[in-house]
């Protein structure tokens, strides 16, 4: 399976506020069919948490990022379920921590993570289109 790259920028457009171009993106998606976001977004999310920490696990800083992003967040940010959040951060570094919410849950945390930690990390383009191609390949082999 393949990431469209309609997929792809979208999370570009959606990274940089590229509002006009993200919205017209989301309305040929909704049209042409969204097969393989939930995956690409899981390996977006993995990438861009582990970018944000160095790849250090840091359970402070984690309750931290969550408690800022919700704060942050004009959207839903009230929504999201800040344990739930905290545990999918952390468990980007370690893998059996379980994690029991709803799908719409976690593309909601993952989403405004990825945000938060692409943004505030002041990744370049060229970098977020590095990190967007390899969530795509591992989207791909998934």
Do not use: C
């Amino acid at each position: 399976m393949t990431v469209k790259p309609e997929l792809i920028e979208y999370i570009r457009t959606f990274v940089r506020d590229d509002v006009e171009v993200n919205d017209r993106l989301e309305e040929q998606l909704d049209r042409d069919g969204w097969e393989n976001y939930a995956l690409f977004l899981n390996a977006v999310f993995f990438l861009a948490i582990d970018l944000y920490f160095d790849g250090r696990r840091d359970d402070g800083a984690a309750i931290q990022f969550v408690a800022d992003m919700r704060a942050q967040t004009d959207v839903g940010g009230g929504e999201i379920d800040p344990i739930v959040a905290e545990k999918m951060i952390l468990s980007v570094f370690d893998p059996d921590i379980a994690l029991d919410t709803s799908p719409a849950m976690v593309g909601r945390i993952q989403t405004h993570a990825i945000y938060k930690a692409l943004t505030e990390k002041e990744i370049s383009d060229k970098d977020l289109d590095t990190l967007l191609q390899e969530a795509a390949q591992v989207a791909s082999s998934g």
